[in-house]
């Protein structure tokens, strides 16, 4: 069998975990040359199979080889000549000197020191600074004034960078990336595909990239889509389409009940703030914003990536300690008057990539979305009525089988739509969903959106930030768009 020019193959690989198959007989050869996109539903084993190809996963048959390594049994070797590095799930980000942050650290942090640097966090991959190679990346990057900065007080694209670095310095062969454009703008995604586009031009580097995508790098020339665990399609030619048929599916009767019978105690302002800003030391990270939502509404909230849109939400998810400063009433009362955080977060269904980030605990699918009803993450016998619905939002979605599953064992995609449901499942008078379909195929983002369309009420209000207007449910009727101001646009 001739080996030229082949980088990796996959022969006949079979991966298991807890004895199911979550990866089935994949053939596949990477040559040189060739750039990849992996392609598929949600759930369909992409990520699974970029960590088996980085030995993540045990091959339970058939063969993976990598015939360009000099030592093929020298895992330190085939550990820096093939990378893989994600912008989703990144559990591992704040692992070692900082592995006790919470959620809410991610923004008391600005008020405080001796967190790791960017530096400390490159270090911990073997970043040299006296490395001229390793020093042209951080340059190329544009990370190099950052490197003295607290890795938690980076913006989210100074973070992605950052990511993208500490596998780049090592000069891997392959790079996998997965799920790259979560929660990038327009802007940053196109700006992405040219960094990619530049890098592969001056770099002998394969790239594979996994997720869902609007537009691809140009230098990707191979497509392998998978289904279920299984190769559906690959080659230089295929072309996945991204139509996706208008979701019929009913709502499940308890689910349509449940939601629809909610009447708000709350009138008049659900949330109003006047002269809001917030600063990091003598810069504000944007304008003084003036902003009324009424009870019933359902508003998008814009901006380009580092505008602050996360920022303004966790004032009013009560997270961020500058929000006493500033004039924020929520459900009549201001911020700061009396209420507890708890009283506060008791009135409010959240979700956010950044508690993805910070979620350290491996609770079943189940758990994690009951653990919904009690805005701490606890284990807890949810009432027979609620269950209920949980189970028919399981079978919805099409998620019954995985109910039982560890966080762990879940894909990133059902990872989100289990934090997704979870926001929901308190039937909260205010729900704020923060890119909350990252990761997530069309198909379930098509029918998320016709469950909040279908079942939420008059009665709910509702906050959506995302950077595809396609993914924004039908009853969102208002826009709130935070300007670009010189500091947020250094912080994309």
């Given at each position: 069998?001739?080996?030229?020019?082949?980088?990796?193959?996959?022969?006949?690989?079979?991966?298991?975990?807890?004895?199911e198959i979550i990866l089935n007989n994949?053939?596949?050869?990477?040559?040189?040359?060739?750039?990849?996109?992996?392609?598929?539903?949600?759930?369909?084993?992409?990520?699974?199979?970029?960590?088996?190809?980085?030995?993540?996963?045990?091959?339970?048959?058939?063969?993976?080889?990598?015939?360009?390594?000099?030592?093929?049994?020298?895992?330190?070797?085939?550990?820096?000549?093939?990378?893989?590095?994600?912008?989703?799930?990144?559990?591992?980000?704040?692992?070692?000197?900082?592995?006790?942050?919470?959620?809410?650290?991610?923004?008391?942090?600005?008020?405080?020191?001796?967190?790791?640097?960017?530096?400390?966090?490159?270090?911990?991959?073997?970043?040299?600074?006296?490395?001229?190679?390793?020093?042209?990346?951080?340059?190329?990057?544009?990370?190099?004034?950052?490197?003295?900065?607290?890795?938690?007080?980076?913006?989210?694209?100074?973070?992605?960078?950052?990511?993208?670095?500490?596998?780049?310095?090592?000069?891997?062969?392959?790079?996998?990336?997965?799920?790259?454009?979560?929660?990038?703008?327009?802007?940053?995604?196109?700006?992405?595909?040219?960094?990619?586009?530049?890098?592969?031009?001056?770099?002998?580097?394969?790239?594979?990239?996994?997720?869902?995508?609007?537009?691809?790098?140009?230098?990707?020339?191979?497509?392998?889509?998978?289904?279920?665990?299984?190769?559906?399609?690959?080659?230089?030619?295929?072309?996945?389409?991204?139509?996706?048929?208008?979701?019929?599916?009913?709502?499940?009767?308890?689910?349509?009940?449940?939601?629809?019978?909610?009447?708000?105690?709350?009138?008049?302002?659900?949330?109003?703030?006047?002269?809001?800003?917030?600063?990091?030391?003598?810069?504000?990270?944007?304008?003084?914003?003036?902003?009324?939502?009424?009870?019933?509404?359902?508003?998008?909230?814009?901006?380009?990536?580092?505008?602050?849109?996360?920022?303004?939400?966790?004032?009013?998810?009560?997270?961020?300690?500058?929000?006493?400063?500033?004039?924020?009433m929520l459900f009549g009362n201001r911020?700061?008057?009396?209420?507890?955080?708890?009283?506060?977060?008791?009135?409010?269904?959240?979700?956010?990539?950044?508690?993805?980030?910070?979620?350290?605990?491996?609770?079943?699918?189940?758990?994690?979305?009951?653990?919904?009803?009690?805005?701490?993450?606890?284990?807890?016998?949810?009432?027979?009525?609620?269950?209920?619905?949980?189970?028919?939002?399981?079978?919805?979605?099409?998620?019954?089988?995985?109910?039982?599953?560890?966080?762990?064992?879940?894909?990133?995609?059902?990872?989100?739509?289990?934090?997704?449901?979870?926001a929901l499942i308190k039937n909260p008078?205010?729900?704020?969903?923060?890119?909350?379909?990252?990761?997530?195929?069309?198909?379930?983002?098509?029918?998320?959106?016709?469950?909040?369309?279908?079942?939420?009420?008059?009665?709910?209000?509702?906050?959506?930030?995302?950077?595809?207007?396609?993914?924004?449910?039908?009853?969102?009727?208002?826009?709130?768009?935070?300007?670009?101001?010189?500091?947020?646009?250094?912080?994309?």
């Amino acid at each position: 069998m001739i080996m030229d020019n082949i980088l990796v193959r996959f022969d006949q690989v079979t991966v298991k975990f807890q004895d199911e198959i979550i990866l089935n007989n994949i053939n596949w050869d990477i040559h040189e040359g060739s750039h990849w996109a992996v392609l598929g539903p949600m759930n369909a084993g992409k990520t699974i199979l970029g960590r088996t190809l980085c030995g993540h996963y045990y091959v339970n048959s058939g063969k993976l080889v990598f015939p360009f390594l000099p030592d093929k049994e020298n895992l330190k070797i085939r550990n820096q000549q093939v990378k893989m590095v994600s912008f989703t799930d990144q559990t591992n980000l704040f692992a070692g000197v900082n592995a006790d942050h919470y959620y809410q650290q991610r923004y008391n942090a600005f008020d405080s020191d001796g967190h790791m640097t960017a530096l400390d966090y490159l270090k911990h991959h073997d970043f040299d600074p006296t490395n001229s190679i390793q020093m042209a990346v951080i340059e190329k990057l544009e990370l190099k004034d950052l490197l003295c900065l607290e890795r938690i007080k980076l913006s989210s694209g100074q973070t992605r960078k950052l990511i993208l670095a500490s596998a780049l310095i090592e000069e891997p062969t392959i790079l996998w990336i997965d799920n790259p454009h979560a929660g990038l703008d327009a802007s940053s995604r196109e700006h992405f595909n040219l960094l990619i586009d530049q890098w592969v031009r001056h770099e002998s580097i394969t790239i594979i990239l996994s997720g869902h995508f609007d537009a691809l790098p140009t230098c990707i020339n191979h497509f392998l889509y998978l289904e279920e665990g299984k190769t559906k399609s690959i080659g230089p030619d295929f072309i996945p389409s991204s139509t996706v048929r208008p979701n019929s599916s009913p709502i499940p009767s308890h689910v349509k009940e449940y939601f629809t019978r909610f009447e708000s105690e709350y009138s008049g302002p659900i949330i109003s703030m006047n002269n809001v800003s917030i600063k990091y030391a003598d810069t504000n990270i944007f304008k003084p914003i003036a902003w009324e939502v009424m009870s019933g509404e359902k508003w998008a909230l814009v901006g380009s990536n580092g505008s602050g849109k996360s920022t303004l939400l966790s004032c009013i998810y009560a997270d961020h300690p500058q929000v006493y400063s500033n004039e924020i009433m929520l459900f009549g009362n201001r911020r700061g008057s009396g209420e507890s955080i708890w009283e506060v977060k008791s009135k409010i269904g959240f979700t956010s990539p950044e508690i993805q980030t910070y979620y350290r605990y491996n609770f079943s699918a189940w758990d994690l979305v009951i653990s919904g009803l009690w805005d701490r993450f606890v284990v807890k016998q949810a009432p027979p009525e609620i269950e209920k619905v949980v189970f028919q939002l399981f079978e919805y979605f099409g998620i019954t089988a995985h109910k039982t599953k560890k966080y762990k064992q879940l894909s990133t995609g059902m990872q989100r739509l289990c934090f997704f449901l979870r926001a929901l499942i308190k039937n909260p008078p205010l729900l704020l969903f923060d890119e909350p379909y990252q990761a997530m195929d069309d198909l379930t983002i098509t029918k998320a959106n016709h469950l909040l369309d279908k079942v939420l009420t008059v009665n709910h209000t509702v906050i959506f930030i995302s950077h595809f207007r396609h993914h924004l449910p039908g009853i969102v009727k208002h826009v709130f768009s935070i300007p670009q101001t010189k500091l947020n646009k250094a912080r994309n």
